[in-house]
T-cell receptor
Framework: DTGVSQDPRHKITKRGQNVTFRCDPI?????LYWYRQTLGQGPEFLTY????????KSRLLSDRFSAERPKGSFSTLEIQRTEQGDSAMYLC??????????????FGPGTRLLVL | RKEVEQDPGPFNVPEGATVAFNCTYS??????FFWYRQDCRKEPKLLMS???SGNEDGRFTAQLNRASQYISLLIRDSKLSDSATYLC???????????FGTGTKLQVIP
């Protein structure tokens, strides 16, 4: 499968615990995005990377959230001291952006987080 | 005003019907536009890009109206398998990110 993959697919944790999610983008894609989606809403942008550089973070991304893409390939999203309001689907997407082209993003299957 | 707005629906239409969704955006500098489809509890998947001249892919037609700042999606001859949520996506290049609408739910009924 050469699509975007995410691990784990489901995570149940207790409030206050730390969780880490992984995303493996399509191999040649240079841009990687993280989104959060709650029921009945569209995905909300959290952050994105161009290669290994984190170029933008949303106001939604509190200090408890941190994302990395150390080698410009896979990325991790960590949530520290989880809260019940963090329960959501966390989606990763990747795209290839040469200059002057239209950008389309391909999504992974998501990690569904439930904080008890 | 939200950056991207959609009627959440649901739109309940009989098989074979034609249905259209609109999506309005607030940033006049927005550069690229897409429609994604999302099935229940699945990830969004690209349905089609939306070009200034309009584009068609089988039963699906997408249009862009820059003057009125909206995009549309027309589905002809609806199939049961078209039942899904359709997400409007707008890329405002200056923000280097895409903004999703909340989606319009379509239910095609036999």
């Amino acid at each position: 499968d050469t699509g975007v993959s995410q691990d784990p697919r489901h995570k149940i944790t207790k409030r206050g615990q730390n969780v880490t999610f992984r995303c493996d983008p399509i191999s040649e894609h240079n841009r990687l995005y993280w989104y959060r989606q709650t029921l009945g809403q569209g995905p909300e942008f959290l952050t994105y990377f161009q290669n290994e550089a984190q170029l933008e973070k949303s106001r939604l991304l509190s200090d408890r959230f941190s994302a990395e893409r150390p080698k410009g390939s896979f990325s991790t999203l960590e949530i520290q001291r989880t809260e019940q309001g963090d329960s959501a689907m966390y989606l990763c997407a990747s795209s290839l952006v040469p200059s002057g082209s239209w950008e389309t993003q391909y999504f992974g299957p998501g990690t569904r987080l439930l904080v008890l | 005003r939200k950056e991207v707005e959609q009627d959440p629906g649901p739109f309940n239409v009989p098989e074979g019907a034609t249905v259209a969704f609109n999506c309005t955006y607030s940033n006049s500098a927005s550069q690229s536009f897409f429609w994604y489809r999302q099935d229940c509890r699945k990830e969004p998947k690209l349905l089609m890009s939306v070009y200034s001249s309009g584009n068609e892919d089988g039963r699906f037609t997408a249009q862009l109206n820059r003057a009125s700042q909206y995009i549309s999606l027309l589905i002809r001859d609806s199939k049961l398998s078209d039942s899904a949520t359709y997400l409007c996506v707008v890329n405002s290049g200056g923000y280097q990110k895409v903004t999703f609408g909340t989606g319009t739910k379509l239910q095609v009924i036999p």
